[in-house]
Antibody
Framework: QVELQESGPGLVTPSETLSLTCTIS??????????WSWIRQSPGKGLEWLGY???????YYNPSLRSRLFISVETSKNEFSLRLSAVTAADSAIYYC????????????WGRGTLVAVSS | DIQVTQSPSSLSASVGDTVSITCRAS??????LNWYQQKPGQAPNLLIS???SLQSGVPSRFSGSGSGTDFTLTISSLHPEDFATYYC?????????FGQGTKVDI
């Protein structure tokens, strides 16, 4: 079955860039029926959708993060990535990658999540 | 952004009880409302899509209803494994937004 797995550092220094990768196994990122999203969860903000990418490279970002967020896709590796710049403690959260069905905009498959702390 | 408000934020129940959780959107979202269950240390899991469509493998004691701005998740005859936190999410307009969650505990 299809699985998603996040990877990346668990600790990021304030003002630096947070980088995470989501690797898809058991299926293809080039599915026309899905967007590939990043979602984070923190005690203060709950669940927050960050942005998605389509396999063609088209992206849509949450306006609240648009100036700091970049999502890319590497179809040959069946993975997509997140880069969040100028991080602060408020960006500390569990980061999930998730598959989103385009026609109902639900998140039908999630990775296990990776905890990222922003601290010096 | 469309705001999504869940109530209650928590509730206490017993095995065998029927519970309902409501979700209200700040503007109409037709039936673009999804429900998730999250257990400690796990990612959210999609239960119901498009307000009423039960996902494959989800027990039939879970049901969803509503359209427009008001929606309800009902769990009939609570099982021990149902004690968790539940979230709604609107899929009408990006940025997609989630409710703040409802914790169901004993």
């Amino acid at each position: 079955q299809v699985e998603l797995q996040e990877s990346g550092p668990g600790l990021v220094t304030p003002s630096e860039t947070l980088s995470l990768t989501c690797t898809i196994s058991g299926g293809s990122i080039s599915s026309g029926d899905h967007y590939w999203s990043w979602i984070r969860q923190s005690p203060g903000k709950g669940l927050e959708w960050l942005g998605y990418i389509y396999y063609t490279g088209n992206t849509y970002y949450n306006p609240s993060l648009r100036s700091r967020l970049f999502i890319s896709v590497e179809t040959s590796k069946n993975e997509f990535s997140l880069r969040l710049s100028a991080v602060t403690a408020a960006d500390s959260a569990i980061y999930y990658c998730a598959r989103q069905r385009t026609y109902v905009a639900d998140f039908d498959l999630w990775g296990r999540g990776t905890l990222v702390a922003v601290s010096s | 952004d469309i705001q999504v408000t869940q109530s209650p934020s928590s509730l206490s129940a017993s095995v065998g009880d029927t519970v309902s959780i409501t979700c209200r959107a700040s503007q109409t979202i037709r039936t673009y409302l999804n429900w998730y269950q999250q257990k400690p240390g796990q990612a959210p899991n999609l239960l119901i899509s498009a307000a009423t469509s039960l996902q494959s493998g989800v027990p039939s004691r879970f049901s969803g209803s509503g359209s427009g701005t008001d929606f309800t998740l009902t769990i009939s005859s609570l099982h021990p494994e149902d004690f968790a936190t539940y979230y709604c999410q609107q899929g009408q307009i990006a940025p997609w937004t989630f409710g703040q969650g409802t914790k169901v505990d004993i």
